[in-house]
C-alpha cells in the first residue's frame, strides 16, 4: 500500500482551450457567484465546499497526517493549517472567519484549547471524538468520471453552472508520496469580485475555485481558495498571520482599495512569505507586456503618448505604477468624480500618492473631455463607459485595453468599429485577451522554486519585458499582441524570469 506524505490540490476539469477557460473561469464563474450572492446555500452546489473540511493544530505536520487519513478512508478534501496562537480569541477569530471555503471544521487535535469556545459559524466544528467522522462532517464528493464539455449546452454562463453543479466545484485534493508542498493560500474578502463587486467571501468562491485551478493547469503550482467572513483589515492581516505556516506563498484576491494596500503593505512587512496582490501586480505585468507591443505596433513611444485610465483603484493603480517606471510621463487617471489631481477632496491616500506622478497639467475635466487627443485609453472600472465620440476623439491609432469584467468599458468589437487601431480587453471570446492567468501561475512557480521572499517592482518588469519578447516581431499583430492565455510556454518563461 502506498504511504502518503502530502496533499497537493488538483482541477476537477481540463482546461484546454478558450471555450473550457471561459467556463472554468472568466466569463463564466459570474455565474455562480450571482447564484450564491442570491442563496448562500447554493456554495455547497456550486463549489467544493461540501466536501471540504479545514483541520486546524497548532503543528503543521499534525495537521497534514490527519489530513491525508480523511482523505484516504473517507474522501473528505481535508485542507491542514497550523495556527501560531493557542488563545481561545485568536482560534475563535480565525474558524469564524474562514466558514465561507469550508463545510466543516476539524479541532478535534486541539481538544483542550477549544472545548469550551463558542464559534459562530453555520457549519459543522469538530471539538473532540466522533463515532461516525463522514455523518458528523456531512461530506459528500461528488467525482467527474470520464467528462466532456461537449456533454454541456446553452450560454456559457449556463455551461459553467451545469459544470459546477455536476462536479461540486472545479477542484479537489489528491494524496501524493512526495513530502507535502504546502499550498498558495488564495486569500480574498470578496469585495472586488471580478465585475461583480462587494459579494462577499462566500460569493467570492467560486472565483477562487476557478484560479486554483489555473495555478495548477499553468504553474504545477498548488493552491488553496481561502475566503474570508470579515473585511476588516487589521482581522485579514491577523488571520493569515496566524495561518502563514500553512502556506508557501499568499495570493491576495479580489480585496477592495484602498483596504487591499494596507493589507499588502503589512503582510510584506511582518509575514515570512512571499505575498503577492494578483489584481494589482499580475494585472500590471500583463497590460505593461501588452501595451510594448501595441505601442510597437503603432510606432509610438511610452515617453510620449497621452495616456489615460477609467478607474483608479488597486488594479489601475498598479498598472499605472508600473507603466511610469518604464517611463511613461503622460498619463491622467479618472473615477467616478472624473479626473484625479493632486488636493482633489475626493482622494483617498492612494490617489493622492500617485497624483504627485500624473495628470501633471492639473486637469479636472471628466473622461469624456480626458480622452480627447488621447494614444492609449485603459479602464479597469465599469462596464459601458465609452462610446464611439471617445473613441474617435483620441488621437490617431488610438489603442484601447478595455479591461473591466465581464462586460468592458467598451466592447472589443464596437471599438474597432469606431475607429481603434488596437483593442484588447479580459474576455477570451475576443483577440487580445489580457489576462492575469499569464503571470501569476509562472511566478508564483518560479517564487518558490527558487525561494524568494519578496516579489520586487524588478521581478515585475523583467515579468512584463520577457512576457512581451515572446511574440517574434514577425507574428505581431493588431490581433496578436500577447500569447494565448492557455500557451504552456509562457508560465515557464515567466518563471525563469522571477530572477
Given at each position: 500500500?502506498?504511504?502518503?506524505?502530502?496533499?497537493?490540490?488538483?482541477?476537477?476539469?481540463?482546461?484546454?482551450?478558450?471555450?473550457?477557460?471561459?467556463?472554468?473561469y472568466t466569463p463564466g464563474v459570474a455565474a455562480s457567484c450571482l447564484k450564491i450572492k442570491e442563496n448562500p446555500e447554493m456554495s455547497f452546489e456550486y463549489t467544493n465546499r461540501e466536501n471540504s473540511v479545514a483541520?486546524?493544530?497548532?503543528?503543521?505536520?499534525?495537521?497534514?497526517?490527519?489530513?491525508?487519513?480523511?482523505?484516504?478512508?473517507?474522501?473528505?478534501?481535508?485542507?491542514?493549517?497550523?495556527?501560531?496562537?493557542?488563545?481561545?480569541?485568536?482560534?475563535?477569530?480565525?474558524?469564524?472567519?474562514?466558514?465561507?471555503?469550508?463545510?466543516?471544521?476539524?479541532?478535534?487535535?486541539?481538544?483542550?484549547?477549544?472545548?469550551?469556545?463558542?464559534?459562530?459559524?453555520?457549519?459543522?466544528?469538530?471539538?473532540g471524538a466522533a463515532a461516525d467522522l463522514k455523518e458528523f462532517f456531512l461530506c459528500i464528493s461528488k467525482n467527474l468520471f470520464m467528462f466532456s464539455y461537449d456533454k454541456l449546452t446553452g450560454t456559457t454562463n449556463e455551461k459553467s453552472l451545469q459544470l459546477r453543479q455536476m462536479a461540486g466545484g472545479v477542484i479537489e485534493t489528491e494524496l501524493t508520496e512526495k513530502p507535502q508542498e504546502k499550498p498558495v493560500g488564495i486569500v480574498s474578502d470578496g469585495s472586488a469580485v471580478l465585475g461583480l463587486g462587494d459579494i462577499g467571501g462566500l460569493a467570492g468562491l467560486p472565483?477562487?475555485?476557478?484560479?486554483?485551478?489555473?495555478?495548477?493547469?499553468?504553474?504545477?503550482?498548488?493552491?488553496?481558495?481561502?475566503?474570508?467572513?470579515?473585511?476588516?483589515?487589521?482581522?485579514?492581516?491577523?488571520?493569515?498571520?496566524?495561518?502563514?505556516?500553512?502556506?508557501?506563498?499568499?495570493?491576495?484576491?479580489?480585496?477592495?482599495?484602498?483596504?487591499?494596500?494596507?493589507?499588502?503593505?503589512?503582510?510584506?512587512?511582518?509575514?515570512?512569505?512571499?505575498?503577492?496582490?494578483?489584481?494589482?501586480?499580475?494585472?500590471?505585468?500583463?497590460?505593461?507586456?501588452?501595451?510594448?507591443?501595441?505601442?510597437?505596433l503603432a510606432n509610438k513611444k511610452v515617453n510620449e503618448v497621452k495616456i489615460v485610465f477609467s478607474g483608479?483603484?488597486?488594479?489601475?493603480?498598479?498598472?499605472?505604477?508600473?507603466?511610469?517606471?518604464?517611463?511613461?510621463?503622460?498619463?491622467?487617471?479618472?473615477?467616478?468624480?472624473?479626473?484625479?489631481?493632486?488636493?482633489?477632496?475626493?482622494n483617498n491616500f492612494a490617489h493622492e500618492e500617485i497624483s504627485k506622478y500624473t495628470n501633471l497639467n492639473n486637469f479636472k475635466g471628466s473622461l469624456k473631455e480626458g480622452i480627447k487627443g488621447a494614444d492609449v485609453f485603459i479602464g479597469l472600472s465599469a462596464p459601458n463607459l465609452v462610446d464611439k465620440e471617445m473613441i474617435k476623439s483620441m488621437n490617431n491609432k488610438p489603442i484601447v485595453f478595455a479591461l473591466a469584467n465581464p462586460t468592458p468599458e467598451i466592447m472589443p468589437d464596437k471599438a474597432i468599429e469606431y475607429g481603434a487601431f488596437i483593442s484588447a480587453s479580459g474576455r477570451s471570446d475576443f483577440p487580445n485577451q489580457i489576462n492575469n492567468s499569464l503571470v501569476f501561475p509562472g511566478l508564483f512557480n518560479g517564487v518558490l522554486k527558487h525561494g524568494i521572499k519578496k516579489i520586487t517592482n524588478e521581478i515585475k518588469l523583467n515579468c512584463a519585458f520577457a512576457l512581451a519578447s515572446l511574440i517574434k516581431d514577425t507574428e505581431l499583430s493588431t490581433n496578436y499582441i500577447l500569447p494565448d492565455a492557455l500557451d504552456r510556454q509562457v508560465p515557464q518563461t515567466i518563471s525563469d524570469n522571477v530572477i
Open positions: 500500500m502506498a504511504k502518503y506524505q502530502g496533499i497537493k490540490i488538483i482541477s476537477k476539469v481540463e482546461v484546454k482551450d478558450k471555450d473550457a477557460l471561459a467556463i472554468v483541520v486546524i493544530s497548532f503543528d503543521y505536520q499534525t495537521s497534514l497526517n490527519r489530513a491525508i487519513f480523511l482523505k484516504s478512508t473517507l474522501g473528505i478534501d481535508a485542507y491542514p493549517f497550523e495556527i501560531s496562537s493557542k488563545e481561545p480569541e485568536k482560534i475563535k477569530l480565525v474558524v469564524n472567519n474562514i466558514e465561507p471555503s469550508f463545510g466543516a471544521v476539524d479541532l478535534s487535535l486541539i481538544e483542550p484549547e477549544v472545548k469550551n469556545i463558542d464559534f459562530n459559524v453555520n457549519i459543522p466544528v469538530l471539538k472565483v477562487m475555485e476557478g484560479k486554483a485551478v489555473l495555478f495548477q493547469e499553468l504553474g504545477d503550482v498548488s493552491a488553496l481558495p481561502l475566503c474570508l467572513k470579515t473585511q476588516n483589515a487589521d482581522e485579514i492581516i491577523e488571520i493569515i498571520l496566524l495561518l502563514q505556516n500553512s502556506f508557501s506563498g499568499i495570493n491576495l484576491e479580489d480585496i477592495k482599495a484602498p483596504r487591499c494596500f494596507e493589507v499588502e503593505n503589512k503582510l510584506i512587512e511582518k509575514a515570512d512569505i512571499p505575498i503577492f496582490h494578483d489584481d494589482q501586480h499580475g494585472t500590471a505585468v500583463v497590460v505593461l507586456a501588452a501595451l510594448l507591443n501595441a505601442l510597437h483608479a483603484g488597486a488594479a489601475a493603480i498598479a498598472v499605472c505604477k508600473l507603466i511610469l517606471a518604464v517611463g511613461a510621463t503622460n498619463i491622467t487617471m479618472f473615477d467616478i468624480d472624473g479626473a484625479i489631481y493632486k488636493g482633489r477632496e475626493q
